[in-house]
């Protein structure tokens, strides 16, 4: 079975997944049509937006708090940037010596004095750095302010002062008192009191980021189930429309919200919430499951309706969600609501939201490479599905109590003229945001009065980034309502102008700035598709073609000539997940089929270069194409041969297809036509690039089907004939991939396939002088061998193209967001079993902050799933043979000896048969105990002074290794600093150090780590071919007929 998603699903929710990523110019015609506001009704809505943008504008009213912050910090100001990095960062760093390294970056570059005395704003102005020395808010005079950039160098200059220090940190924490009510449930509950009397309601959100660890679920469960607790005390029996609230976030619940856990997760989380809803019935409060990420949208309604649904909960009408308009399914969900309360007699609050994942969303399609966006591309396309969600709401009686979280006035009135003289409705503003316009709402008397609900975040500084980011790309940005509701020079009508209207303008619904995913790579390429595997409706059909794809054993052997040679030993592939599985058998190449390929390609090689660039780059796009269309079938083969993961598998065909439109482009860019060079008059010179020969592409089973394909396809796009010999391990989707090459047209004799032993095969491949040059991806040792080969037969000097092993290092200073580091951390060490290149081998943390980062690991660790890889939970897979296998297990037992272990996962059951090794995280004492690369699930922790650093970096150099390297701070001197000093291939700088993307991140390394030049890069082709210089002198004839017929200026 592959995938192995759970078949029972939540009813009616296939209405819903239809419009996942639905062609967004459809959609927008649809909601267009959906809309029932009449043009008159229209008029009267921007009317009605712009008197209250006017009457702001003349209250004079001066934006204070967040509101004046936002407006004189946006997202396109560099220190804005600058503060909300100091604001997470400064508060959470333990250590004097990083605090001041930061203050120095992140002060030291921006120009504050072009902000400074622009707001009105007292806390704007204390933020820009009028500090809080020693307690007192420091007031500068006029002479001092015209030179507040050399005030601020001179202080900073001396910021390794306590007093300096202390002062920064304490403006933050003014920031950071702007941006939440409370630290605590009760302080919030208490600074609430003033804005009750005012009229207005709340809503407490708990901030922190979502759960690792089964640690972090609990103490989140408990932080909710105490706000609660607090907040029903307060209530004082209002009820859960009339009184407070708290909203809770699916994410802090369990630290595998995700469709691939579904199964474990739908039960698990259920009960979480369920145990909340429950609290909260029982102190009359109401409870909102916030909106995270589109991906979980579907699998978070399943528990909603689970928890909707359970017997204790009826006589309640306190439970609710948040909905985000941007998301293309938004008014199918209402109508799936409106049938789920119907049916459990609920009367659920809906909070309806525009979005804060927007940035998130758009780039995860792209990376995926998905057929659309879960969201619209257009800031109009999200205010028009907002309208039309909130007539449906507004439409649907009393199944609903409709919350509108919006600070847009034409969103506003918009919402009121459709709702009439209803007032059963209320409107909903983030704390420290949105006053001017809803404060003479909430005042208004009567009929007139409108109901107004205060989001309010409570929690510590540490807990602040999340909130943070979500707020600022929400409303921080320049084109937020927010924004520009007090720029005067901005015309009010554009302020609130009619989405309808704008959409009416428009020339494409789509946004044209950003391309479709399959077109981020414009005219050169077309990204790779890939498939969405949070999508069910995705994952059904993918399991089902991944199981025809390989229903029956399959038999490799060499190809020679087009025809699969069935002679020579024949040995059993199996299945590494379980060996008593055989997947297929392999024919061994013997030595007169190697000498026969050779001399087929030795003989063709000329003529496949003669054939011309464009002519090969036609035939590798095919073969990217066919491999999109067998993309079942060859993740089946990644699988089930070489262990892969599904989100593995996937991923690997991508980058297979990758490679090959990639070299495509990169052969008709730079061997299609000469390179004229200048030169003297009377003669003309041109560079021109062709293949050397035949090309040997000897590769790895860790890639067995992209590093495969790369090499192959970039020797054939260079115009050579090639020979590949695939590893011993993985010759059936090597086999499967050349198959795909010739369907696509590669000639039969410009492409052979060598199977079986390395040392045999390949070395008889390697001395044969016909070879012209050798691809290689694989252990240094054997880099080696291939390089002595090469030197020993004699013959003309050939390139060796290696790509071999490496100590990679990660480093994470005390600034680093701790809970990114461990994602980082165990994607980076675990997946793939470890068994990739480019993995963490060695993390070296600040001691600062290593106790509490490798608590976090552990219990993070202990979240992986160990397993088949054909079932979609899997996280970790078996390596790939016993080999392998009791290699890892020496080592590890070797660690247990000389290091300390700080967490070793055991193996489940299920395993016994499969060469599974448990992953394991051990600290030592420095990286030169290891005295070659560990290739698997086996993570070395090194904890440094932050005195050290160069120490480190010298150890780290003084391996001779240099593939890869991840860097975890937020001192950007800091990362340029690490990044010039050592000497490595690919560094990553706050994100996972594996994964890289042809044409994005080229890979390769350097030292022991290859030779270069990287693959996926514009340097690659070239490194196969050869260069010819062609000079014509063109007076042979007689005279410089170009030179002679030059015109005299007028």
């Known amino acids: 079975m592959f995938v192995g998603i759970d078949s029972a699903s939540e009813p009616a929710l296939g209405a819903i997944n239809r419009l996942y990523r639905v062609d967004e110019s459809t959609c927008v015609v649809q909601l267009m049509s959906a809309l029932q506001l009449t043009i008159e009704a229209r008029q009267r809505v921007v009317k009605q937006a712009a008197d209250w943008v006017r009457a702001i504008r003349q209250r004079e009213v001066s934006a204070s708090g967040l509101d004046a912050f936002l407006q004189e910090y946006d997202l396109s100001s560099r220190e804005g940037v600058m503060l909300m990095c100091l604001a997470e960062a400064l508060l959470r760093?333990?250590?004097?010596?990083?605090?001041?390294?930061?203050?120095?970056?992140?002060?030291?570059?921006?120009?504050?004095?072009?902000?400074?005395?622009?707001?009105?704003?007292?806390?704007?102005?204390?933020?820009?750095?009028?500090?809080m020395l020693t307690g007192r808010l420091v007031r500068l005079g006029q002479e001092?302010?015209?030179?507040?950039?050399?005030?601020?160098?001179?202080?900073?200059?001396?910021?390794?002062?306590?007093?300096?220090?202390?002062?920064?940190?304490?403006?933050?924490?003014?920031?950071?008192?702007?941006?939440?009510?409370?630290?605590?449930?009760?302080?919030?509950i208490e600074r609430a009191r003033a804005w009750e009397k005012h009229g207005y309601r709340y809503s407490y959100d708990m901030l922190g980021e979502a759960a690792l660890t089964r640690a972090d679920a609990e103490r989140y469960q408990n932080h909710?189930?105490?706000?609660?607790?607090?907040?029903?005390?307060?209530?004082?029996?209002?009820?859960?429309?009339?009184?407070?609230?708290?909203?809770?976030?699916?994410?802090?619940?369990?630290?595998?919200?995700?469709?691939?856990?579904?199964?474990?997760?739908?039960?698990?989380?259920?009960?979480?919430?369920?145990?909340?809803?429950?609290?909260?019935?029982?102190?009359?409060?109401n409870l909102c499951v916030d909106a995270e990420e589109a991906e979980r949208l579907e699998l978070s309604l399943e528990i909603i309706a689970a928890v909707a649904r359970h017997p204790s909960l009826h006589g309640w009408d306190g439970f609710g969600l948040a909905l985000q308009a941007y998301q293309k399914r938004?008014?199918?969900?209402?109508?799936?609501?409106?049938?789920?309360?119907?049916?459990?007699?609920?009367?659920?609050?809906?909070?309806?939201?525009?979005?804060?994942?927007?940035?998130?969303?758009?780039?995860?399609?792209?990376?995926?490479?998905?057929?659309?966006?879960?969201?619209?591309?257009?800031?109009?396309?999200?205010?028009?599905?907002?309208?039309?969600?909130a007539e449906k709401l507004l439409a649907a009686g009393p199944v609903f109590y409709p919350q509108f979280a919006t600070h847009n006035a034409h969103t506003i009135a918009a919402v009121l003229e459709m709702a009439g003289g209803r007032r059963d409705l209320e409107f909903q503003r983030l704390h420290g945001m949105g006053e001017p316009l809803c404060d003479p709402l909430v005042a208004a008397g009567g009929k007139g009065a409108v109901e107004c609900r205060i989001y309010a975040p409570v929690g510590g500084h540490e807990e602040l980034l999340a909130y943070l980011v979500r707020r600022l790309l929400e409303n921080g940005a320049n084109t937020s309502f927010v924004n520009r509701i007090v720029q005067e020079e901005l015309p009010v009508e554009e302020i609130v102008a009619d989405p309808v209207a704008r959409i009416e303008a428009l020339q494409t619904l789509p946004h044209p700035r950003i391309p479709l995913p399959e077109e981020i790579y414009g005219s050169q390429r077309r990204n790779a598709r890939g498939l969405e595997l949070a999508d069910r409706a995705v994952l059904e059909t993918l399991s089902q073609a991944m199981a025809e794809g390989w229903r029956e054993s399959r038999r490799a052997g060499p190809i020679v000539g087009g025809r699969t040679l069935e002679e020579g030993a024949e040995c059993p592939v199996v299945d590494p997940a379980d060996a008593r599985r055989q997947v297929g058998s392999v024919f061994s190449a013997t030595g007169d089929s190697v000498d026969e390929a050779v001399s087929r390609a030795y003989t063709i090689a000329s003529e496949w270069d003669r054939r011309g660039a464009a002519v090969r780059a036609g035939i590798l796009s095919r073969v990217a194409d066919l491999m999109e269309m067998r993309c079942a079938e060859l993740m089946a083969g990644c699988v089930r041969e070489a262990g892969k993961t599904v989100p593995d598998a996937l991923a690997e065909v991508r980058e297979a297809v990758d490679f090959c439109r990639y070299y495509a482009t990169q052969a008709q860019l730079h061997f299609e036509q000469p390179l004229a060079l200048p030169g003297p008059t009377g003669e003309t010179n041109q560079l021109t690039l062709h293949g050397r020969g035949v090309f040997a592409c000897i590769s790895p089973w860790n890639f067995p089907l992209a590093i495969f394909t790369g090499?192959?396809?970039?020797?054939?796009?260079?115009?050579?004939?090639?020979?590949?010999?695939?590893?011993?391990?993985?010759?059936?989707?090597?086999?499967?991939?050349?198959?795909?090459?010739?369907?696509?047209?590669?000639?039969?004799?410009?492409?052979?396939?060598?199977?079986?032993?390395?040392?045999?095969?390949?070395?008889?491949?390697?001395?044969?002088?016909?070879?012209?040059?050798?691809?290689?991806?694989?252990?240094?040792?054997?880099?080696?061998?291939?390089?002595?080969?090469?030197v020993?037969?004699?013959?003309?000097?050939?390139?060796?193209?290696?790509?071999t092993g490496g100590q990679n290092a990660m480093l994470v200073d005390s600034s680093a967001l701790l809970e990114q580091v461990v994602i980082d951390v165990v994607n980076s060490a675990f997946r793939s079993a470890g068994q990739r290149c480019s993995a963490l081998r060695v993390l070296f943390v600040q001691n600062d902050v290593a106790d509490r980062l490798l608590t976090m690991l552990a219990g993070a660790m202990d979240e992986l799933v160990i397993g088949d890889p054909a079932l979609l939970k899997t996280d970790v897979g078996p390596v790939i043979d016993a080999a392998s296998r009791a290699m890892l297990e020496r080592h590890a037992e070797r660690m247990r000896t000389e290091g300390r272990v700080i967490h070793e996962m055991t193996l489940p059951p299920g395993c016994g048969h499969g060469h599974f090794v448990a992953p394991m995280a051990v600290e030592i004492d420095s990286i030169a105990r290891l005295e070659r690369e560990v290739f698997g699930p086996i993570l070395h922790v090194v904890r440094y002074r932050a005195s050290e650093l160069d120490k480190v970096l010298n150890a780290i150099n003084g391996t001779g290794y240099g593939l890869t390297l991840g860097i975890h701070t937020r001192i950007d001197a800091r990362a340029r600093y690490i990044h010039r000093r050592l000497r490595v291939g690919n560094t990553y700088v706050n994100r996972n150090m594996i994964g890289a993307v042809v044409g994005v991140q080229p890979f390769g390394g350097e030292g022991l780590s290859g030779t270069g030049p990287k693959a996926g890069g514009p340097h690659y082709l070239q490194r196969f071919a050869t260069e010819r210089t062609l000079t014509i002198n063109t007076t042979a004839a007689g005279g410089?007929?170009?030179l002679i017929s030059l015109q005299e200026d007028a």
């Not at 001396?158 to 409370?182: D, H, K, W, Y």
């Not at 595998?256 to 979480?272: D, F, I, M, N, P």
């Not at 369920?274 to 009359?284: I, N, P, R, T, V």
């Not at 013959?795 to 193209?801: A, D, E, M, R």
């Open 93 to 131: 760093i333990p250590d004097a010596e990083t605090a001041n390294q930061l203050i120095r970056d992140k002060l030291g570059e921006a120009d504050w004095e072009a902000h400074l005395g622009d707001s009105e704003s007292l806390f704007v102005n204390a933020s820009t750095w009028a500090l």
């Open 144 to 188: 001092e302010t015209r030179d507040w950039g050399a005030t601020l160098r001179r202080l900073i200059s001396r910021s390794g002062e306590p007093v300096i220090r202390r002062a920064i940190t304490q403006s933050m924490r003014i920031l950071g008192r702007q941006f939440v009510m409370g630290r605590t449930i009760d302080e919030a």
């Open 224 to 285: 909710y189930l105490q706000a609660i607790a607090a907040i029903g005390s307060a209530a004082k029996g209002a009820g859960p429309v009339a009184g407070p609230g708290v909203s809770v976030k699916l994410s802090a619940l369990h630290p595998r919200y995700e469709v691939a856990q579904r199964e474990r997760v739908r039960k698990e989380l259920t009960h979480s919430l369920l145990s909340l809803a429950q609290a909260a019935k029982e102190g009359d409060i």
């Open 330 to 389: 938004a008014p199918a969900v209402i109508d799936w609501l409106a049938g789920l309360a119907g049916s459990t007699r609920h009367r659920l609050m809906v909070r309806l939201v525009k979005g804060a994942y927007w940035d998130t969303e758009i780039k995860k399609a792209q990376e995926r490479g998905l057929e659309g966006y879960p969201v619209f591309t257009r800031k109009e396309s999200t205010d028009l599905s907002y309208l039309v969600c």
């Open 711 to 790: 090499q192959v396809a970039a020797a054939l796009a260079a115009g050579n004939a090639v020979i590949a010999k695939p590893a011993e391990q993985t010759p059936l989707i090597a086999a499967a991939a050349v198959h795909l090459f010739h369907q696509a047209g590669v000639p039969a004799d410009v492409l052979h396939l060598l199977t079986g032993d390395g040392a045999e095969v390949g070395g008889r491949l390697v001395a044969d002088r016909r070879i012209a040059g050798v691809a290689f991806t694989g252990s240094t040792e054997t880099a080696r061998l291939i390089q002595r080969s090469l």
């Open 792 to 803: 020993e037969r004699g013959g003309p000097i050939v390139p060796l193209i290696a790509e």
């Open 1040 to 1042: 410089n007929a170009t």
